[in-house]
């Protein structure tokens, strides 16, 4: 399987700090199907738009519209989608504010991947792809990119600049670069990749 463009059938908003590029603004503009995460419902309200739907438990909603669009569930808004049968399902607004929530986030890519969902979090800096076993992916040369292993052996690459290895550690996959208008990691195993769209 090769990773090329990705247009969710879904857009989840999380709380963190909203999106300011134009590829999460963009997925969040042509999104047929939009849940907002508790509190990230204000600023997305407060720009013009209706969420379809509100997830959390209200904590973080305004009073005002708390009140206009309560919360229907109490589950994750992943979750959710997957019950309604959405598969490929785009996650913004997921990182910034704090760094622990920022992390969670991130790592959660993985679980959903094993629940069979197509999972991506586009950050103002780039998307995050939980991967398993040997995947080729989409890239220009120069793009820089990062690979976190969530237990992968074997793991070596092809149109990278710099070597894989069974990484320890998630500073040790961090800025690589592609050489050309495709990778591919070779492995066994769970990953997650990081391409930067700057």
Not at 119 to 140: C, E, L
Request: with cysteine; glycine share 10%.
């Amino acid at each position: 399987m090769k990773y090329e463009h990705y247009t969710p059938e879904a857009v989840i908003l999380a709380n963190g700090e909203y999106p300011s590029h134009p590829l999460p603004l963009q997925m969040l503009k042509n999104a047929e199907f939009v849940v907002c995460c508790d509190g990230a419902a204000n600023e997305y309200i407060l720009r013009g738009h209706t969420p379809d739907v509100i997830i959390g438990d209200g904590d973080s909603l305004s009073p005002e519209y708390k009140e206009l669009f309560s919360p229907i569930d109490q589950t994750k808004a992943v979750h959710f989608l997957q019950k309604k049968g959405f598969r490929r399902i785009a996650i913004v607004g997921a990182t910034g504010k704090r760094e622990d929530h920022t992390l969670g986030n991130i790592s959660l890519l993985i679980d959903y991947m094993k629940d069979g969902i197509e999972v991506r979090t586009i950050t103002d800096y780039g998307m995050f792809i939980p991967a398993k076993d040997t995947q080729a992916f989409a890239s220009h040369p120069g793009q820089q990119v990062s690979i976190f292993n969530f237990g992968a052996k074997g793991l070596q690459g092809e149109g990278l600049v710099y070597p894989l290895s069974d990484f320890t550690n998630w500073w040790q996959g961090t800025l690589n670069e592609a050489t050309a208008n495709e990778f591919t990691v070779h492995c066994t195993g769970e990953y997650l990749v990081f391409l930067a769209s700057i």
